[in-house]
T-cell receptor
Framework: NAGVTQTPKFQVLKTGQSMTLQCAQD?????MSWYRQDPGMGLRLIHY???????DQGEVPNGYNVSRSTTEDFPLRLLSAAPSQTSVYFC????????????FGPGTRLTVT | EDQVTQSPEALRLQEGESSSLNCSYT??????LFWYRQDPGKGPEFLFT???AGEEKEKERLKATLTKKESFLHITAPKPEDSATYLC????????????FGGGTRLMVKP
């Protein structure tokens, strides 16, 4: 089992560029989510999905889009990158229901200049 | 509003010097409280889930406890390899799998 994988590991964008952060899991988890981690702010939820075709917004969704066409994949799209989106992004997955522990990917460090 | 506060922000210990990390929370209807360990440049790694006040869980040198307002992560005779950031998160009833995280405690254990 690879668990939760994320690509790329590092990325530098210019303001206004778009890109997609990839996330995949091989644990057959229904729930997948994206967080960003900033110094002094902790982990904050961007978007989440409880299954293929179902997505919803978290705490800080502005500037990001998601889709869930398969159980395994949950890409995060930055439509027009801004310096405020410089952060480390983590994808996580878990079973739905109960207090299921979430498994995190290794993260993508994004810098927007 | 749900809040999770961890203290201290940073903690330096000598190897073998036991201590505790605190996680205070304000949430209506707690479903579960989670502890994670995060090493530099890595994603958080799951440690424990606590469900109700009075519950305790142990793993090697770590023991997590839960009251109605806070959770403690006790570290007994820590080793340098215990150095990491420890994160606390809460999940509440009727909120699906959404987690609210605290800011973390950065633990440094010197040999």
């Amino acid at each position: 089992n690879a668990g939760v994988t994320q690509t790329p590991k590092f990325q530098v964008l210019k303001t206004g560029q778009s890109m997609t952060l990839q996330c995949a899991q091989d644990m057959n988890h229904e729930y997948m989510s994206w967080y960003r981690q900033d110094p002094g702010m902790g982990l904050r939820l961007i978007h989440y999905s409880v299954g293929a075709g179902i997505t919803d917004q978290g705490e800080v969704p502005n500037g990001y889009n998601v889709s869930r066409s398969t159980t395994e994949d949950f890409p995060l799209r930055l439509l027009s990158a801004a310096p405020s989106q410089t952060s480390v992004y983590f994808c996580a997955s878990s079973y739905v229901g109960g207090a299921s522990e979430q498994y995190f990917g290794p993260g993508t460090r994004l810098t927007v200049t | 509003e749900d809040q999770v506060t961890q203290s201290p922000e940073a903690l330096r210990l000598q190897e073998g010097e036991s201590s505790s990390l605190n996680c205070s929370y304000t949430v209506s209807g707690l479903r579960g409280l989670f502890w994670y360990r995060q090493d530099p440049g890595k994603g958080p790694e799951f440690l424990f889930t606590l469900y109700s006040a009075g519950e305790e869980k142990e793993k090697e040198r770590l023991k997590a406890t839960l009251t109605k307002k806070e959770s403690f992560l006790h570290i007994t005779a820590p080793k340098p390899e215990d150095s990491a950031t420890y994160l606390c998160a809460v999940q509440k009833n009727n909120a699906g799998n959404m987690l609210t995280f605290g800011g973390g405690t950065r633990l440094m254990v010197k040999p």
